[in-house]
């Protein structure tokens, strides 16, 4: 039990010692990451319908 106790207690230390985004820098940071998601999203859609199609094409001859 002391090992448990020991280790929440270094949890609680290092967690005083992050330095935590502003609200500004978080929400700057939330729409990159959605529009990175976004866009990788739509790319991956399109190159899985360009292979399909392709694909279809081939196995059509």
Known sequence: MGKISGFLKA???EMRKVSW???KEL???TIVVL???V???IYFGLTDLGI???MKWYLAL
């Open 11 to 13: 949890v609680v230390s």
């Open 21 to 23: 985004p502003k609200r």
């Open 27 to 29: 929400t700057r940071y």
């Open 35 to 37: 529009t990175t998601v």
């Open 39 to 41: 866009f990788m999203a």
């Open 52 to 54: 399909s199609s392709f």
